[in-house]
C-alpha cells in the first residue's frame, strides 16, 4: 500500500524537477535571446541603455523586464529618443513564439519630429500581441492602446492630443497579403491643427474610425520600403471595409488604391453616407466644399443611388486632386 501510494509522489517531484530544468534553460536561452537582439540593434546605430534586465514569472509563465530602458535611434531612423520606467514581454511555458509586451509608465519622447521637441504619452494599458514563425519572422500582430494622452513638454504639439481605444490586428497571409484591422475611438485633435470653421463644423473628435484593409504584394514594400517597386510589383491596398463617425458625418466605405509615378494616393472609394443633407451643410460650413460648388454637390447626392445604408457616393484621389463625386475638394499637396 505504501509502495502504491509513493509512486505517484515520486511521479509528481520528478515532473516538477523537469519542468524546474527546462525552465531554467530556457530562461538562460531567452536571456541570451535579448542580449543578442539589443547587440544588433547597436550594430545598426541604435543606443539602448537599461538599470537591469530581469527573466522571471516562474512557475506560471516566462516574463523578460527591461527596468528604466532607453532607445536612442540613429539620425537615419529618425534620431529619437525614448524613455519608459519599465518594458516587459511574457509568454507561456508551452508556446515561447507568442508574445505579450508591455508598457509601463508614461513614455518620454523627445525629437521625435524634430530637434528640441519632447512629448509624454500615458495610457491606462498599453500592450503588442507578437506572434512568430519557426523562422524567427513576425507572423501576427495585436495591439491594445486605451486612455492615450499626449502632453507636449516641448516643441510643436502632435495632431492627436488623446485616444480613448486602438486596436489593431494584422497577418502575413499565404498569398504574401498583409491583412490588417485598425479601430480607434474617440480620437481628439489636438488645438489648432484643425481649421476654425472645421472645427466648428465636424468638431473637435471623431467618434469612431475603423478600416479593414489588405496590403498586397507586402513583401515587395517591406524589403526596403520601397513604394514605388511595392507598385510596380501590382502592390495595391485593397479596403475590405471602412467607417468614420465624425460630427455630422457618418460614412462606410470600400475600395482599392495603389500610387501613381510620384508616389501619390490613386484610386477610389465607394462611400455610403447616411445623412447626405447634413454632412453637405457641414462641408460647405467648414469651408472643405466652396460656396459655388455647393449646388453641385446637392445635386450629386439627390442623384446617386439610395439604400438602407444612405446615399452612395464616389470619393477619389487622381493626379493629386481629391474628389467626391463630381466636386473637387483639394490636392493632396495643398
Known amino acids: 500500500m505504501r509502495t502504491k501510494l509513493l509512486w505517484p509522489i515520486a511521479a509528481i517531484i520528478g515532473l516538477f524537477v523537469l519542468y524546474s530544468a527546462y525552465w531554467i534553460v530556457a530562461s538562460g536561452q531567452i536571456r541570451k535571446g535579448v542580449n543578442a ?15 537591469g534586465l530581469h527573466i522571471g514569472g516562474y512557475p506560471y509563465r516566462f516574463q523578460i523586464r527591461l527596468v528604466e530602458p532607453h532607445f536612442r535611434a540613429p539620425q537615419s531612423d529618425g534620431g529619437w529618443d525614448a524613455r519608459l520606467q519599465e518594458l516587459s514581454a511574457n509568454a ?6 507568442h508574445w505579450i509586451v508591455a508598457f509601463g509608465g508614461p513614455l518620454l519622447l523627445e525629437d521625435y519630429a ?52 486602438l486596436l489593431m490586428s494584422g497577418v502575413v497571409d499565404e498569398e504574401d497579403g498583409l491583412r490588417m484591422r485598425l479601430a480607434v475611438s474617440g480620437v481628439r485633435a489636438a488645438p489648432g491643427v484643425l481649421e476654425p470653421d472645421v472645427e466648428r463644423a465636424f468638431g473637435d473628435t471623431a ?11 507586402w513583401s515587395a514594400l517591406a524589403d526596403g520600403a520601397n513604394a514605388i517597386a511595392w507598385r510596380d510589383a501590382g502592390g495595391a491596398l485593397q479596403i475590405a471595409d471602412a467607417e468614420l463617425e465624425w460630427g455630422p458625418a ?4 470600400n475600395g482599392d488604391f495603389t500610387i501613381d ?7 477610389r472609394l465607394s462611400l455610403r453616407i447616411t445623412d447626405p443633407d447634413t454632412l453637405a451643410d457641414a462641408l460647405i460650413e467648414a469651408g472643405v466644399v466652396p460656396r459655388e460648388n455647393e449646388q453641385a454637390l ?3 447626392a439627390m442623384m446617386a443611388p439610395r439604400s438602407a445604408e444612405g446615399v452612395a457616393l464616389p470619393f477619389r484621389i487622381h493626379d493629386g486632386g481629391i474628389y467626391l463625386g463630381p466636386v473637387r475638394l483639394g490636392a493632396i499637396d495643398e
Open 114 to 165: 524634430s530637434e528640441d521637441s519632447t512629448i509624454e504619452v500615458t495610457g491606462s494599458d498599453a500592450r503588442i500581441s507578437l506572434v512568430y514563425n519557426a523562422a524567427g519572422d513576425t507572423e501576427r500582430v495585436g495591439a491594445e492602446f486605451r486612455d492615450l494622452v499626449v502632453t507636449t513638454h516641448a516643441g510643436t504639439p502632435p495632431d492627436i492630443r488623446s485616444i480613448d481605444e
Open 92 to 97: 507561456m511555458p508551452h508556446d515561447l513564439s
Open 37 to 51: 537582439w539589443i547587440a544588433d540593434k547597436e550594430n545598426a546605430g541604435y543606443t539602448i541603455e537599461h538599470a
Open 250 to 253: 457618418h460614412i462606410t466605405g
Open 298 to 300: 446637392r445635386l450629386a
Open 207 to 217: 467618434r469612431t474610425a475603423r478600416v479593414d484593409l489588405e496590403v498586397t504584394h
Open 261 to 267: 509615378s510620384l508616389a501619390r494616393p490613386d484610386g
